[in-house]
């Protein structure tokens, strides 16, 4: 049971990348996918969210209108279509699965990291000039 990430490199401010979080070992249909991002020095932060059917999603703040997540169970892939970058998206991005089997008791539930049970590796994204 694996998560693999991919995708980050570096890019210009106002430049485009997209992010990939590939699954392997289990089917991506029964799960939530959450988006996580540390910068350097800081402590891990979620980023984006998207339900089992890709119905629900949500964003942080910070990212809100310039990132799209977005998934395709039939390849077992979900996305995170990064725009507009800002030198302050540098970070290495994790992608988080948890099942919709579990059960959650508030509202804020996905932004905590400690509800995903599955992680993938992480992929650098720099944005500099």
């Known amino acids: 049971v694996q998560l693999q990430a991919s995708g980050g490199g570096l890019v210009q401010p106002g430049g485009s990348l997209r992010l990939s979080c590939a699954a392997s070992g289990f089917t991506l249909d029964y799960y939530a996918i959450g988006w996580f991002r540390r910068a350097p020095g800081r402590e891990r932060v979620w980023v984006s969210f998207?339900?089992?059917?890709?119905?629900?999603?949500r964003y942080a703040g910070s990212v809100k209108g310039r990132f799209t997540i977005s998934r395709d169970n039939a390849k077992n892939t979900v996305y995170l279509q990064m725009n507009s970058l800002k030198p302050e998206d540098t970070a290495v991005y994790y992608c988080?699965?948890?099942?919709?089997?579990?059960?959650?008791?508030?509202?804020?539930?996905?932004?905590?990291?400690?509800?995903?049970?599955?992680w993938g590796q992480g992929t650098l994204v720099t944005v500099s000039s």
């Open positions: 998207i339900s089992s059917s890709g119905v629900g999603t």
């Open positions: 988080a699965a948890v099942s919709i089997m579990a059960v959650k008791s508030y509202s804020t539930w996905y932004t905590n990291e400690n509800e995903y049970t599955n």
